[in-house]
């Protein structure tokens, strides 16, 4: 059996969860975890969910992900006493006793409730309209907070003072009695029944509790032939360190969540049996350390050919997340240069984070329009690409010899579907970050889409299906040129890049991982 451990956590350091209200959720769908267990489960072995944080919409976001059948041992939930068959009761927010004079606001993001003219309650929703949280207020001020349980049921009381500081969290069972609660000093009592009588009466915090519990699930659930693969987050690693036996330890580094500069990662790093790096530099930082460590994506290849050459604009998507202004200035201005050559090609810029730079690349854009003195005029349309490219193919049609305006789009994406739809029409990648982002690399291999980066990986080869920059100032333009003069180049990496898709298919990663993990024991 295969445990999988996540590292959903809220990012404050808190044991919560990271928030699943609908218009707070971020990249959450891109996540090592995630797919490492579709593809275990699609490849027929025996996966489940070790959860140690508290997620009381867990089955909403497991189904959200396609993961809703992996079984999931979750330590709230016996902390809870919640039981592990217990039905789902749909819960609205109408059915409850609201004052007489309930008076609803609704908008986009959350339901607001008025009594006597003053606030009363404030519900937010989950992406499928689940009720995820509600604050309760007296003279608009916030007193308490109620968590719900996707199953139908208040999973948690928070009471705030009048300075708005948390001074007593309860966690109930599915009846409403608490079993738990954390105390304004962060020391825990137990208060609840049977189930808990193991445990001593008070702990100094929370992570001493969950610690506690989490050793005896591995004591008591994971047998000696069972691995816990986990991902590599500092949050959690200290207790791993102490619970998780070494050689029943995997652990999955991805990005930049675990500081392998500090002592207490590398020694992790050192003592597991099989250490997972996403990328180049991950692979480079863990063998460093001397770890046992095999590099795998952290998504499996897909069949999902792109349909870019059977559109007529030539389109390419520019990650920018991890560029600087400096960056993002000599890209765009070698780049609108380029376009200025075709009026074929179109830019959009693709983000992964809450977009934040608005200002800066519309100054950027409108700066390089007078410095570059190009025929025509750019502007950055902050609409979604999707909903601008009618406009721009309208637009080419009425184009002349004189200048006309161009917009460079934006898109913003959040989870894996999302990615590929982006990608569905695109024609070109391009990624001039230090560390290629893995998930547009193997997006970009599932749609046959060359890629051009300045960064070495194992998934994009130079002149096969995409192009390595030894110099972005001179070398850019000249790729570009590569794959969008034609289609000769073009159809070339198409080749590579369904080749490539053999070589990372789910059951083709799992025989690797387990085929390294023998090697290591």
């Given at each position: 059996?295969?445990?999988?451990?996540?590292?959903?956590?809220?990012?404050?350091?808190?044991w919560?969860?990271h928030?699943?209200?609908?218009?707070?959720?971020?990249?959450?769908?891109?996540?090592?975890?995630?797919?490492?267990?579709?593809?275990?489960t699609?490849?027929?072995?025996?996966?489940?969910?070790?959860?140690?944080?508290?997620f009381?919409?867990?089955?909403?976001?497991?189904?959200?992900?396609?993961?809703?059948?992996?079984p999931?041992?979750?330590?709230?939930?016996?902390?809870?006493?919640?039981?592990?068959?217990?039905p789902?009761?749909?819960?609205?927010?109408?059915?409850?006793?609201?004052?007489?004079?309930?008076?609803?606001?609704?908008?986009?993001?959350?339901?607001?409730?008025?009594?006597?003219?003053?606030?009363?309650a404030?519900?937010?929703?989950?992406?499928?309209?689940?009720?995820?949280?509600?604050?309760?207020?007296?003279?608009?001020?916030?007193?308490?907070?109620?968590?719900?349980?996707?199953?139908?049921f208040?999973?948690?009381?928070?009471?705030?003072?009048?300075?708005?500081?948390l001074?007593?969290?309860?966690y109930?069972?599915?009846?409403?009695?608490?079993?738990?609660?954390?105390?304004?000093?962060?020391?825990v009592?137990?208060?609840?029944?049977?189930?808990?009588?193991?445990?001593?009466?008070?702990?100094?915090?929370?992570?001493s509790?969950?610690?506690?519990?989490?050793?005896?699930?591995?004591?008591e659930?994971?047998?000696p032939?069972?691995?816990?693969?986990?991902?590599?987050?500092?949050?959690?690693?200290?207790?791993?360190?102490?619970?998780?036996?070494?050689?029943?330890?995997?652990?999955?580094?991805?990005?930049?969540?675990?500081?392998?500069?500090?002592?207490?990662?590398?020694?992790?790093?050192?003592?597991?049996?099989?250490?997972?790096?996403?990328?180049?530099?991950?692979q480079?930082?863990?063998?460093?350390?001397?770890?046992?460590?095999l590099?795998?994506?952290?998504?499996?290849?897909?069949?999902?050919?792109?349909?870019s050459?059977?559109?007529?604009l030539?389109?390419i998507?520019?990650?920018?997340?991890?560029l600087?202004?400096?960056?993002?200035?000599?890209?765009?201005?070698?780049?609108?240069?380029?376009?200025?050559?075709?009026?074929?090609?179109d830019?959009?810029?693709?983000?992964f984070?809450?977009?934040?730079?608005?200002?800066?690349?519309?100054?950027?854009?409108?700066?390089?329009?007078?410095?570059?003195?190009?025929?025509?005029?750019?502007?950055?349309?902050q609409?979604?690409a999707?909903?601008?490219?009618?406009?721009?193919?309208?637009?080419?049609d009425?184009?002349?010899?004189?200048?006309?305006?161009?917009?460079?789009?934006?898109?913003?994406?959040?989870?894996?579907?999302q990615?590929?739809?982006?990608?569905?029409?695109?024609?070109?990648l391009?990624?001039?970050?230090?560390?290629p982002?893995?998930?547009?690399?193997?997006?970009?291999?599932?749609?046959?889409?060359?890629?051009?980066?300045?960064?070495?990986?194992?998934?994009?080869?130079?002149?096969?299906?995409?192009?390595?920059?030894?110099?972005?100032?001179?070398?850019l333009?000249?790729?570009?040129?590569?794959?969008?003069?034609?289609l000769?180049?073009?159809?070339?990496?198409?080749?590579?890049?369904?080749?490539k898709?053999?070589?990372?298919?789910?059951?083709?990663?799992?025989?690797?991982?387990?085929?390294?993990?023998?090697?290591?024991?």
């Amino acid at each position: 059996m295969y445990y999988f451990l996540p590292a959903w956590y809220r990012g404050d350091q808190s044991w919560d969860s990271h928030e699943q209200v609908w218009f707070h959720q971020s990249q959450h769908g891109f996540d090592d975890t995630i797919n490492q267990v579709r593809m275990f489960t699609s490849s027929g072995q025996a996966a489940a969910l070790l959860v140690p944080v508290f997620f009381p919409n867990l089955r909403h976001f497991a189904y959200q992900q396609g993961i809703y059948e992996v079984p999931r041992l979750s330590v709230f939930d016996y902390l809870q006493g919640i039981p592990a068959d217990l039905p789902v009761v749909n819960l609205d927010y109408h059915d409850f006793a609201w004052p007489a004079d309930a008076n609803y606001v609704y908008n986009p993001f959350t339901v607001t409730v008025f009594s006597k003219g003053q606030r009363y309650a404030q519900i937010s929703m989950g992406p499928e309209g689940n009720l995820i949280v509600m604050d309760l207020f007296k003279n608009d001020q916030r007193y308490r907070q109620l968590d719900f349980d996707d199953r139908g049921f208040v999973s948690r009381v928070s009471e705030y003072n009048e300075q708005q500081q948390l001074v007593r969290q309860a966690y109930l069972d599915h009846l409403g009695n608490e079993q738990f609660y954390v105390a304004a000093d962060g020391q825990v009592h137990i208060v609840g029944g049977v189930h808990l009588a193991r445990h001593q009466g008070i702990y100094p915090d929370l992570r001493s509790l969950i610690t506690e519990q989490f050793t005896q699930f591995v004591q008591e659930k994971i047998q000696p032939a069972d691995l816990v693969v986990a991902a590599a987050d500092p949050f959690h690693d200290q207790m791993l360190g102490e619970v998780v036996p070494n050689e029943q330890l995997v652990l999955s580094y991805f990005g930049d969540r675990a500081d392998l500069a500090t002592a207490a990662e590398a020694e992790l790093a050192q003592r597991a049996i099989l250490t997972i790096a996403d990328s180049n530099h991950n692979q480079q930082r863990l063998e460093a350390l001397g770890a046992q460590t095999l590099q795998l994506p952290p998504l499996d290849t897909r069949l999902s050919l792109g349909i870019s050459n059977q559109e007529r604009l030539l389109k390419i998507m520019l990650l920018i997340d991890d560029l600087s202004t400096a960056a993002l200035r000599s890209a765009l201005a070698i780049i609108m240069t380029t376009m200025n050559e075709n009026d074929l090609i179109d830019l959009t810029l693709l983000t992964f984070q809450p977009f934040q730079r608005q200002e800066e690349i519309a100054t950027l854009v409108a700066e390089l329009n007078n410095q570059l003195g190009l025929r025509d005029q750019y502007t950055f349309n902050q609409i979604e690409a999707a909903e601008a490219e009618n406009q721009l193919a309208d637009n080419l049609d009425a184009a002349q010899e004189t200048a006309r305006e161009r917009d460079i789009h934006l898109v913003t994406v959040n989870s894996e579907p999302q990615l590929i739809q982006a990608v569905h029409t695109t024609r070109l990648l391009i990624d001039l970050s230090a560390q290629p982002d893995v998930f547009l690399q193997i997006a970009g291999i599932s749609a046959g889409i060359p890629e051009i980066l300045r960064a070495e990986s194992l998934y994009v080869e130079d002149g096969k299906n995409g192009r390595l920059l030894q110099n972005v100032t001179t070398d850019l333009a000249p790729a570009i040129h590569f794959y969008l003069d034609g289609l000769k180049n073009w159809n070339t990496a198409l080749v590579h890049a369904a080749n490539k898709i053999a070589d990372y298919t789910s059951r083709r990663i799992v025989k690797r991982l387990q085929a390294a993990i023998k090697e290591a024991r």
